[in-house]
């Protein structure tokens, strides 16, 4: 009862002061007698007892320190003294609180990114329990695909899963049939990747509209616990009924944008690949289920050979497909989901082709359900740790920067804090009530950084949805705040209010000990000053390993569009042609279709050159294991594993791709001869230091991946004839700049894209190409983009422009934390020293001595900042180095730039308060309080 009566009596104050005076009084009075009984008079007695138990003032504090239940009651005193001391000093609360926004901010958007892309779960009802199925290999390989009948299998037999699902890789078809546009988002050439140059310009087939379909299996809705907006979903479906009546879902996004939500389009008949589908039902708005984006159509699996008609994927069992996820049953967990599905797979290696990776043994991983194919590997995982350390470094320099700023200030509060230490406060105390306000201006900070984050990461997300084509679906990203973002913004806020308050608080309340000099009130102490240069030497450091890490990343991006490609990109545009998937387009057809095709475009005037190939930069890659003895490649003969690609006789010259010696292929009527060239980097890999002309290889794909009905190069010795130098790839390692140029079969060239070299620039001939299909095949669709324009959509490009963008970004937010904590202390010690430079100029000191005295006191933490963030950023490009092209550890344009911006910099934000000093009259100065 007695925790009770403290409780109710912090609603009547009164009772409570009361009852500690009374036990105060009491205590006196104790004592007081206590020395009558030894023989002291009444009034010395009264007197020692007040001197032996402190002022009335202390004494009340020390019993309210004690008891507990008045903690609330004092917290809210600070918190109150704490608010009207912040809106008294309005200019060091805005910049405190911006500041650390700031820093807060950064912190927060990288959290809310991380947990709206990398960490997102799947789009389903209690999303904890839907989990990823994949298998690891014996050659330690993670494999997240399945064949359909491995899925069946699955599906059947699991019963630690409650439901398991199927979903095939996202695919664009050519939707007809649906009447006339209404609001179609910009096509590819009209987005914001397009003008980019991140998609090629012309993707839309001229028959009719590309449409994104992603093919699931019938109980994929029923298992993520979601049912249709309106009309059914495939599981309300029979079999029998989608097999004789053929059904798709509709995207409510894709409804609203390409029907205007209209009500009748249920029901409605639409042809995808030329095939009639009836529209069943509509999924929720922005509903992704598996993936990142919401398509525009849903497609039972069972249906693919209708708009693939020659593919056999739901027969064939190593035609890995599709991804596998399920929803674990009422007490199963990951760890009895992953051995049963471990027993089934060794069950199922039997029927599996010998050659097969999985005829060999593998185990089961089944982990939390994720929408990405395999868990973060070690780059990416590196990558998001750099980018939470540059961040944290960030919030680093705010609190440096706030620290910095409260130092300064607790120096004006000196004969405040002595008051209150004269009336009873203990040190203790102090220092509460000094991180208190340090608490609350770390909670206003963390409030606006929350808005300022969600309203910005909000707009940067309308942004992405709308960049991607129309044709890839509706990129969703859920960015609101919930209870885990709300909890980290409120950790990294308290951390940063320890952070940036403990060092001014432990410093503020020791300057107003009664020990400490009076005399030093209106000057700077060494301790101070000391600690003020720390803070600003980290500020200056932190800035400068941001600053070079950044500026080294963007010049690495620039460098990598002026490296040599051993190429002529500016003038060869790569046409890849999309035929339509019908039973009309055979393989004769299309091989009619190219040549006439190819004829026509040779004729057009600007045109110098025509071949077909894989470009350097196009993706497509393929690797085989090379023998040199004649003998079938095998682990016990490969020399080496290199990139093959085929290719025409005249591509070379059409690309410009200068041979080192030998020449190239002849021209041959049928099957060409059994050739081929080498550049410089593989044949020194497989010869080094030796002449290859003349000498023979043999290669072999076994293990290796292709496609179906791809022409190989296994079987017969190949004849070294040339070497042509290098060319870049697409590879991040630049592996792929080591090639084997094959010569390709004749009847092949429908197979591999287009090369066209033209004459003058190369839009003109992107314009007038699609006019030059159409007379060919309508119904055929085409993409053109010069080779420059592939190179800046290849991963090492968009990796580097990404994380020159991140880092610069982070460099320059703490470039401008430092420089206004440099200017804000700078302006408070100017302040607080108006009487020392009062005296110091009453004796005879010049405005240029006061400048000069203030410049290389407020310059000096800088430059030692300065050095230390030098030696520490040949460390951060040490981290980077495997994004770094052409650049090396130190970049002597990056470390010495940013160096001298920074000092000029911080040179103005010194000049500005210190030029201020010199202006102050003596007698004001000698009167100034």
């Known amino acids: 009862m007695a925790w009770f009566s403290r409780l109710t009596a912090l609603f009547v104050r009164e009772r409570l002061a009361k009852d500690l005076e009374d036990e105060l009084q009491f205590h006196l009075s104790m004592r007081e007698q206590w020395n009558v009984d030894q023989g002291m008079k009444r009034d010395d007695a009264r007197r020692d007892a ?40 309005p200019r060091f609360t805005v910049a405190a609180v911006l500041a650390l926004a700031l820093g807060i901010g950064a912190n927060t958007a990288a959290f809310t990114a991380y947990k709206a892309l990398i960490g997102r779960k799947l789009d389903a009802r209690d999303a904890g329990r839907m989990v990823n199925l994949s298998l690891v290999l014996q050659s330690g390989q993670l494999s997240s695909w399945f064949s359909y009948p491995d899925y069946e299998v699955y599906r059947d037999k699991m019963r630690s899963t409650s439901g398991v699902i199927l979903m095939g890789n996202q695919d664009l078809l050519t939707m007809s049939g649906a009447g006339a546009f209404n609001g179609q988002r910009s096509p590819a050439a009209g987005s914001l990747m397009g003008r980019m140059g991140l998609v090629p310009p012309n993707v839309a087939n001229t028959a009719g509209e590309a449409a994104s379909v992603f093919a699931v299996s019938e109980n994929y809705f029923s298992v993520l616990g979601r049912g249709a907006l309106r009309g059914r979903t495939f599981d309300e479906v029979s079999r029998a009924e989608l097999m004789a009546s053929p059904a798709v879902m509709i995207s409510e996004n894709y409804w609203q944008r390409r029907f205007a939500g209209d009500p009748a389009v249920l029901g409605k008949t639409i042809r995808l690949n030329g095939v009639a589908f009836t529209i069943i039902g509509i999924a929720p708005h922005d509903f992704v289920g598996t993936s990142v984006a919401a398509p525009d159509f849903w497609l039972p699996i069972s249906l693919i050979s209708l708009v693939h008609p020659d593919e056999q994927e739901l027969r064939d069992r190593e035609n890995l497909c599709c991804r596998m996820y399920g929803r674990l049953a009422d007490g199963a967990t990951m760890e009895t989901s992953q051995a049963e599905m471990t027993a089934l797979a060794e069950q199922l290696r039997e029927l599996h082709e010998t050659h097969s990776d999985l005829h060999k043994p593998v185990t089961a991983l089944v982990w939390p359900g994720t929408p990405f194919p395999r868990k973060l590997d070690r780059g990416l995982q590196f990558a998001i740790a750099l980018i939470m350390i540059a961040v944290g470094m960030v919030l680093v320099i705010a609190c440096a920067n706030v620290a910095s700023l409260q130092l300064a200030r607790a120096a004006s509060r000196q004969g405040e804090l002595r008051m209150r230490l004269s009336l009873g406060a203990s040190r203790g105390r102090l220092i509460r009530q000094l991180l208190t306000e340090s608490a609350l201006l770390a909670a206003l900070a963390g409030a606006l950084a929350l808005v300022i984050t969600w309203a910005v990461l909000k707009v940067a997300a309308n942004i992405a949805a709308g960049a991607l084509p129309a044709e890839f679906g509706v990129f969703v990203v859920h960015i609101n705040p919930d209870f885990e973002i709300f909890a ?94 019908e039973a009309k387009y055979t393989a004769e057809r299309k091989l009619a279709t190219v040549r006439e095709l190819r004829t026509r475009v040779s004729a057009m005037p600007d045109v110098a050159a025509v071949t077909s190939g894989r470009a350097p930069d196009g993706g497509g890659v393929r690797t085989a294991a090379i023998s040199l003895n004649g003998e079938k490649p095998s682990e016990r003969n490969t ?96 592996g792929d700049s080591e090639q084997i ?66 880092a610069s970004t982070i460099g320059l937010l703490g470039l401008f934390l430092a420089a206004m904590g440099i200017y804000g202390t700078v302006s408070y010690i100017v302040e607080l020293r108006t009487r020392e430079v009062g005296i110091r100029m009453a004796l005879g000191a010049r405005k240029r001595d006061v400048l000069t005295l203030m410049l290389r006191e407020s310059t000096r933490p800088v430059l030692g900042g300065l050095t230390v963030g030098l030696v520490l950023a040949i460390g951060a490009t040490y981290l980077l180095r495997a994004i770094l092209y052409g650049l090396g550890l130190f970049d002597a344009v990056s470390f010495f730039g940013v160096a001298g911006l920074f000092s000029l910099i911080a040179l103005f934000a010194a000049y500005v308060p210190s030029r201020r000093a010199m202006q102050v009259e003596p007698v004001v100065a000698l009167r100034y309080e």
Do not use: C
């Open 50 to 89: 007040r001197v032996r138990f402190g002022g009335p003032g202390t004494m009340r504090e020390r019993m309210n320190e004690i008891d507990l239940m008045t903690l609330p009651q004092t917290v809210l005193q600070d918190l109150r003294y704490g608010a009207r001391m912040l809106v008294r000093q």
């Open 488 to 581: 980290y913004v409120f950790a990294v806020s308290m951390v940063a209010g320890v952070l940036f308050g403990l060092a001014p608080a432990l410093e503020g309340s020791r300057s107003a000990l009664p020990s400490s000099l009076k005399a030093n009130a209106g000057t700077s102490p060494v301790r101070r000053q000391r600690l003020r240069g720390v803070l600003i030497g980290a500020q200056v450091a932190v800035s400068v390993v941001l600053m070079v890490a950044g500026s080294m990343l963007i010049r690495s991006s620039l460098h990598a569009l002026d490296m040599a490609t051993g190429y002529d990109g500016k003038h060869v545009v790569d046409l890849e042609l999309q035929f339509p998937e």
């Open 639 to 734: 020399k080496v594993v290199e990139y093959y690609t085929y290719v025409q006789p005249n591509y070379f010259d059409t690309l410009d791709i200068r041979f080192l010696y030998g020449h190239g292929f002849r021209t041959t009527a049928g099957q060409p001869a059994a050739e081929v060239v080498l550049s410089e980097g593989a044949a020194n890999r497989i010869w080094p230091g030796q002449n290859p002309i003349g000498r023979t290889l043999r290669m072999g794909t076994d293990g290796s991946f292709h496609a179906k009905r791809e022409v190989l190069p296994d079987g017969p010795n190949y004849l070294v004839v040339g070497v042509t130098r290098d060319t870049r790839g697409v590879t991040l390692d630049g």
């Open 741 to 806: 140029y094959i010569p390709m079969p004749e009847d092949r060239i429908a197979d591999y894209p287009m090369l066209v070299r033209t004459k003058v620039d190369p839009k003109r001939f992107v314009t007038a190409i699609e006019s030059t299909v159409a007379v060919v095949d309508p119904e055929l669709g085409v993409s053109s983009l010069t080779l420059d324009d592939m190179l800046r959509q290849t991963a090492p490009f968009i990796v580097a422009g990404l994380a020159a963008s991140i």
